[in-house]
């Protein structure tokens, strides 16, 4: 188990724990490496003991003629920016689901999980993202490859809400923010 310290990355409070790596090879992400682990302690409200979550490190860290403590906080940095990004798009999320509503059959709008900062401080690479571990069948509806091309869906209904979601995020923001990584997990009741 390796002592961890935790916070939301953009607004939230640190709490100390512990956690123990369960799977190491989670998700097939070419950024960032998944791990899934188990909380033992310390990390409530957020995840309660015994509770799974899946921890992401950045794979994409330039290290050329930098020395370590510079590497730790490009780490740092790249961290931070991704728990912004992720949870400013949940906020959007939310307005989004609260205009949708007034549309007569919009139905169910997905929503956007939090991710949060960890800290571990045995290890290379400190500073990753933890989030919900979340069950069911993962769908990927808008991605960008590693040549930087869009690749997005749009013939089921929750594939169109996706599309919705991108297009009015890009009209609100008034074209200053684009969302590239639209990614769903599906219930098996879904």
């Not at 123990?20 to 995840?47: H, M, S």
């Not at 297009?167 to 219930?187: A, C, E």
Request: charged share 25%; with cysteine.
């Amino acid at each position: 188990a390796l002592p961890i310290l935790a916070d939301s990355g953009y607004w939230g409070d640190k709490f100390f724990g512990r956690i123990v790596t369960e799977d190491v090879n989670v998700g097939k992400g070419y950024l960032r490496k998944a791990l899934r682990v188990k909380v033992i302690y310390g990390l409530e409200p957020i995840f309660e003991s015994g509770k799974t979550c899946i921890i992401k490190i950045r794979n994409l860290i330039t290290f050329g003629t930098k020395n370590e403590s510079t590497l730790i906080e490009n780490n740092y940095e790249l961290t931070i920016q991704g728990c912004k990004i992720q949870n400013t798009t949940r906020e959007y999320c939310k307005i989004f689901a609260a205009e949708a509503r007034v549309v007569q059959n919009f139905g169910q709008i997905p929503e956007i999980i939090p991710l949060n900062l960890i800290y571990r401080p045995a290890n290379n690479i400190p500073y990753a993202t933890i989030e919900d571990d979340l069950e069911g069948r993962f769908e990927k509806y808008c991605t960008k490859d590693k040549n930087g091309t869009l690749h997005m869906k749009n013939s089921s209904e929750i594939e169109k809400k996706c599309c919705a979601f991108q297009h009015w995020v890009y009209q609100w923001t008034n074209g200053n923010v684009l969302i590239t990584d639209l990614q769903v997990i599906r219930s098996e009741e879904h």
